[in-house]
């Protein structure tokens, strides 16, 4: 019998201990819950309960490593006390109706590989500290309210596989270092106030598959090092002001292929020619 017990204690203690998480992590928490309206959210937390059973919230190793509250009606700005997340690696809240301004202490968040907040209503610029995040894979910003240029430290997220920031009022030109994203999959700037030329840098994103630049002021030649791009798929640049002397020198490099990838350049580029 007395064994029995030892056993029920130790069991009851190692069930607490891995829904435990610290004091700051879970009061992080409780301040994104009440700065964003949680007892009007779709799936509510019940904050009597361990952190790791409430909705959207990942514990592993005692720590929250995870955060999906996507579609969820989180409503109001977020609070600087996310920043206290520090194990966070997916922080999603796409789909919300979240505003303000990004806090600062977000980009505290090194251990970050995903950041989703998309279809919300944002405002203010993409600070420079943005570029903390080396781990980031994946950066989804779209369809918010965001304004001012695309920070050149956005070169700094060398693990970056998703770039999407289309859809907001963003300015300026489509910074250089870019390039230095070489491990970029997708980059889509789509539906924004950008200027000037594509930077013939983006040549040097090898293993760029998707390039969606539609719907900008972007004017002036497509860089010959476009054709460099050999994993690329989807090529949409219309509504812009491109010129298309380019895009034919393109095609003869390699027929076969640059065709089929600048076909969408080429009609885009003809039509304001």
């Given amino acids: 019998m007395k064994n029995f017990k030892l056993t029920i204690i130790c069991l009851f203690v190692c069930v607490f201990a891995t829904a435990n998480v610290s004091k700051a ?3 992080a928490l409780v301040s994104i819950y009440h700065a964003t309206q949680g007892a009007e959210w779709n799936t509510s937390w019940d904050l009597q309960k361990p ?3 409430w909705y959207g919230v990942t514990v592993k190793d005692n720590k929250v490593v995870g955060l999906n509250l996507q579609m969820n009606n989180l409503q109001g700005e977020l609070p600087q006390e996310i920043g206290n997340l520090v194990s966070l690696q997916e922080l999603n809240l796409g789909f ?3 505003e303000g301004n990004l806090p600062e202490s977000l980009f505290n968040l090194r251990a970050l590989r995903t950041l ?3 279809m919300n209503s944002f405002n203010g610029s993409i600070p420079e500290a943005v570029g903390q995040l080396t781990n980031l894979e994946v ?4 369809s918010n309210n965001l304004t001012g240029e695309i920070p050149s430290t956005i070169g700094s997220l060398k693990n ?3 770039l999407i920031l289309g859809s907001n ?3 300026g030109s489509i910074p250089t270092q870019i390039s230095e ?3 970029l999959e997708e980059l889509s700037l789509i539906d924004n106030k950008l200027e000037g030329q594509i930077p013939s840098e983006i040549g040097s994103l090898v293993n760029l598959k998707e390039l969606i630049l539609t719907s900008n002021n972007l004017s002036g030649y497509l860089p010959y090092e476009l054709a460099n791009l050999k994993e690329l798929r989807t090529v949409m640049l219309g509504d812009n002001n491109l010129t298309n002397s380019d895009v034919a020198s393109l095609i003869e490099q390699d027929p076969t292929d640059i065709l089929t990838k600048f076909q969408f350049a080429s009609e885009s580029a003809i039509a304001t020619d």
């Fill in 169 to 171: 009022f963003l300015t």
């Fill in 25 to 27: 992590e879970r009061d």
């Fill in 116 to 118: 989703k907040l998309f």
């Fill in 51 to 53: 952190v790791s059973s």
């Fill in 160 to 162: 970056l596989k998703k």
């Fill in 139 to 142: 950066l989804e910003l779209f």
């Fill in 181 to 183: 994203l070489v491990q």
């Fill in 96 to 98: 919300n109706k979240l």
